[in-house]
């Protein structure tokens, strides 16, 4: 398809990047902490490391690790949230050479282990609170060096202790565990600031990261990220916010989990690149304490799935916050409901961006100019040196205005899943797209917007209901808190639409709602059934499982 989205393109931003500029994430790490090593990178809980701390603890770090004999190529394993310790191993693997396997730690024993088998993972760093997972299954792996940490590891003293006592006998959260020869963190860095650091050539060919998708429909798969998919992603993002934030002026709120490849990417990554300041959360489902942890920053940049958005949104105090540095809300993840983007702006003077991604695509693919004024319900535009084309079920281009899967060519796009070339091969065609799965439309302008996601489809009578379309009728009634459309089974008309919401008005009926999707809705797309919940399932990040309430 002929780049029409340029022409839509603020000015100031390329219509292609510069991939040759960093050679790997490495390169890009060096120079940063070298441009920016006095002011601050990262902060947790009131404590920061500057960028020259973050170049000695993470060179400290990937010493250690080539210490162990772990040779270019070997994967490392992250269990742990938002803590200081995440971007210091995470450097510290690259710069050593190695791949970096980020793992949820609320997996199960299952799905971990699944995890560490399929990644082939020798070594791990895991946040202690977890280890009990672990124990469990390290015997079926190959993990051969357990790394345990703290939460306060990298706090000074007294925090340190203070933190880490509350944490183990106060509030009990870590459960007994047991894995001979765990090494702890703090010892780790010890070891490895008497040991050098080998410089271990990197270029775009050489893997970064084994980033698992999130597994929901099914056993999880490792997309292969190289160094020159993560580089580009980054001069891709960057080169987006050029006209509107100068380097070492910004600080982004990362509530995302870093193990996420939004969160790893857009917060983690890119804004070390820019010398940015990323305040990290580690635990944002206490809305209260994370509304009480924003009062105390003045910060220029949010980044958010729908869900977090909509949850500050109806946490009490957050409309009272000072929102006058706030330049950027960027959600992505999910889609942004109508209803959310649109109170955002409400409350907070700003906009609620959407961009669009995938774990196979680094993950920017498309992103809305930051110039908008207000939510459009769009993904946006493919940005610097990406290829956007809609295709039907013969991998035929579509027109603009026809609706059919989107697919996604660019640098950032994964070299394929890890040792999974067959199903590599179902979502790369020849020429190089990457079949996402969403289905969407684009307009003349190069404006694309998402239907929905293709096995999400509602097949009712022959018709097609997309159930975000449903969800974001249902979420414009005042007395709906959340809602998710499923697709069930039906006698007359193959499938019918259910509906679960959490409600926010108690005395909401499913009568009112259904009358006020017949207001909004064709028939065939109003609800057959309705069902009340106190909660939706969600993964760690707040994506809605649509799977879970169909089967349930």
């Known amino acids: 398809m002929e780049k029409i989205w340029l022409r839509e393109y603020p000015p100031g931003v390329p219509a292609d990047i510069d991939l040759n500029e960093f050679t790997s994430i490495k390169d890009i790490l060096e120079k940063s902490c070298l441009h920016f090593a006095d002011l601050p990178a990262y902060s947790n809980m009131g404590v920061s490391l500057r960028y020259r701390d973050m170049d000695r603890l993470s060179r400290d770090f990937g010493a250690y690790l080539q210490g162990l004999g772990l040779g270019k190529g070997e994967r490392v394993a992250l269990m742990m949230p938002n803590l200081l310790q995440y971007p210091v191993a995470l450097f510290g693997i690259l710069r050593a050479g190695l791949i970096a396997v980020n793992v949820n730690p609320l997996y199960t024993p299952r799905e971990l282990e699944h995890q560490l088998k399929d990644s082939g993972a020798s070594a791990i760093i895991i946040l202690e609170n977890f280890a009990r997972t672990l124990q469990e299954v390290i015997d079926q792996t190959a993990v051969k060096t357990v790394i345990t940490t ?8 007294p925090k340190r202790p203070l933190i880490n006592f509350v944490v183990k006998r106060v509030k009990k959260l870590v459960p007994t565990w047991n894995i001979p020869g765990a090494v702890p963190f703090r010892q780790a860095l010890n070891i490895g600031a008497a040991r050098p ?9 050489d893997l970064a990261f084994l980033q698992y998708t999130g597994g929901t429909t099914g056993v999880s798969k490792g997309a292969m990220l190289t160094h020159g998919n993560m580089v580009a992603n980054l001069q891709q993002a960057s080169a987006w916010l050029s006209p509107f934030s100068r380097p070492a002026e910004d600080t982004i709120i990362t509530a995302l989990p870093l193990y996420h490849i939004f969160s790893l990417t857009a917060n983690c990554l890119t804004f070390m690149k820019v010398g940015g300041h990323n305040i990290l959360i580690t635990n944002p489902r206490d809305m209260p304490g994370f509304v009480k942890e924003l009062g105390k920053i003045k910060f220029t940049v949010i980044t958010g799935v729908n869900t977090l958005f909509n949850g500050l949104l109806h946490t009490p105090g957050f409309d009272q916050l000072d ?12 889609a942004v409901q109508r ?4 109170r955002w702006q409400k409350v907070t003077g700003t906009p609620l961006i959407e961009a ?8 920017a693919a498309c992103i809305n100019p930051l110039t908008l004024k207000e939510y459009n319900g769009s993904i946006g535009l493919p940005i610097s040196s990406t290829e956007l084309s809609i295709r039907d079920d013969q991998d035929r281009e579509l027109g603009i205005g ?3 899967e989107i697919c996604i060519r660019g640098p950032q796009v994964m070299r394929g899943y890890w040792n999974r070339p ?8 020849r020429d190089g797209y990457l079949r996402t799965g969403d289905i969407g439309i684009i307009d003349e302008r190069g404006y694309t917007r998402i239907v929905d996601r293709k096995k999400d489809l509602i ?3 022959g018709f097609n209901v997309y159930p975000n379309e449903i969800e974001d009728v249902v979420v414009l009634h005042p007395g709906v808190l959340e809602a998710a459309a499923v697709g069930v089974p039906d006698e007359k008309s193959g499938e019918a639409v259910k509906l679960v919401v959490v409600r926010k008005d108690p005395a909401l009926t499913a009568e009112a709602l259904i009358e006020h999707c017949r207001q909004h809705l064709t028939a065939y797309k109003v609800p057959r059934r309705i069902e009340f919940r106190t909660e939706l399932p969600k993964t760690n990040v707040g994506k809605i499982l649509r799977r879970l309430l169909r089967d349930g």
């Open 356 to 363: 669009y991604g995938l774990t196979e695509t680094s993950p």
């Open 339 to 342: 209803a959310v983007a649109e």
């Open 422 to 429: 067959e199903e590599t091969a179902q979502v790369i065609n």
């Open 402 to 404: 026809e609706t059919g």
């Open 150 to 157: 703290q939460l306060g590891d990298l706090f000074p003293f």
């Open 323 to 334: 929102f006058s540095t706030l330049k950027i809300s960027l959600g992505g993840g999910m």
């Open 197 to 205: 650091l080998a410089d271990v050539p990197l270029n775009h060919d």
């Open 459 to 461: 097949l009712v009578s």
